[in-house]
C-alpha cells in the first residue's frame, strides 16, 4: 500500500510541476494572472452566478434560481460565500408585501472574474500549443 501512496504521490507532484509551467496571459492593466485558480469563482453555480451578474446590472434570487437550475438552499449558500468575499452585494427589500432579495456584481468581483477569465484562456492556449 505504501509503495502506490508513493506513486500516486510522485504523480501529483509531476501534475503540479506542469501546471506551474503554465504560461500566464496577462491582463488588459498588465497584471500578471495568479499562478492557482480562484477556487471561489471556479465551483459551477458562483460561476454562474458571477458570470450573469456580469452582463446584467442586477438579478434577483428567482431569476438566478432560474437561469442556474438551482434550489433555494444550493443558491442561498453559493451567493453567501461570494457575498462574504466581497464579490456580491445583496439588497434586501420589498416588492409590495413580497421580499425581494437583489444581487450585483462588485467592482472586486468583475476583477476576480476577468482574472479567472484570463487564467482559463492561458491554460486553454497551453494545452492547444502544447
Keep these: 500500500m505504501a509503495k502506490s501512496s508513493t506513486a500516486r504521490d510522485e504523480r501529483f ?6 501546471e506551474s509551467s503554465l504560461p500566464v496571459a496577462p491582463s488588459s492593466s498588465k497584471e500578471t ?24 446590472r442586477s438579478l434577483t434570487f428567482n431569476e438566478l434560481k432560474a437561469m442556474l437550475k438551482t434550489t433555494d438552499g444550493n443558491l442561498s449558500v453559493h451567493a453567501r460565500k461570494l457575498e462574504e468575499a466581497d464579490y456580491i452585494v445583496c439588497t ?39
Aim: zero cysteines; hydrophobic letters at 40%.
Design 33 to 56: 494572472v495568479p499562478a492557482d485558480l480562484d477556487r471561489l469563482i471556479h465551483e459551477r453555480v458562483r460561476l454562474g452566478i458571477v458570470s450573469a451578474l456580469a452582463v446584467n
Design 13 to 18: 507532484q509531476r501534475a503540479r510541476d506542469r
Design 92 to 130: 434586501k427589500s420589498f416588492d409590495g408585501r413580497l421580499p425581494k432579495t437583489e444581487y450585483r456584481l462588485t467592482a472586486a468581483g468583475r476583477k476576480a472574474l476577468e482574472r479567472y477569465l484570463n487564467h482559463m484562456e492561458a491554460l486553454i492556449r497551453a494545452t492547444r500549443e502544447g
